[in-house]
């Protein structure tokens, strides 16, 4: 059974920091590009950050470039998005993907919420 688990969200004022992370199980974790996306409420879901089966690939959407970092531990099966000088913004929910290149699958994980306010 695939599972995709994240956790870390929460409510943090603007400049704070967080930790987001992702446990995945059921499929061949090191096989898969990992990526986080965010949705707002009422805004389409977008991409955040992407890294490769290896790890030593990243991509990050401008908004968060510079301010997030996304990593994975293959040996741990997870991967983690370090979330820094957040900036003030509604409640967003932020989801961990996993991309399979070789079944072209999506796997989905149910989310966490992120608030960043005063």
């Known amino acids: 059974q695939v599972q995709l688990v994240e956790s870390g969200g929460g409510l943090v004022q603007p400049g704070g920091s967080l930790r987001l992370s992702c446990a995945a199980s059921?499929?061949?974790?090191?096989?898969?590009?990992m990526s986080w996306y965010r949705q707002a409420p009422g805004k389409e879901r977008e991409l955040v950050a992407t890294i490769n089966i290896g790890g030593d690939s990243t991509s990050y959407a401008d908004s968060v470039k510079g301010r997030f970092t996304i990593a994975r531990d293959n040996a741990k099966n997870t991967v983690h998005l370090q979330m820094d000088n957040l900036r003030p913004e509604g409640p967003a929910v932020y989801y961990c993907?996993?991309?399979?290149?070789?079944?072209?699958?999506?796997?989905w994980g149910q989310g966490t919420q992120v608030t960043v306010s005063s």
């Open positions: 993907s996993a991309y399979g290149l070789v079944l072209k699958q999506w796997f």
């Open positions: 059921g499929f061949t974790f090191s096989t898969y590009v």
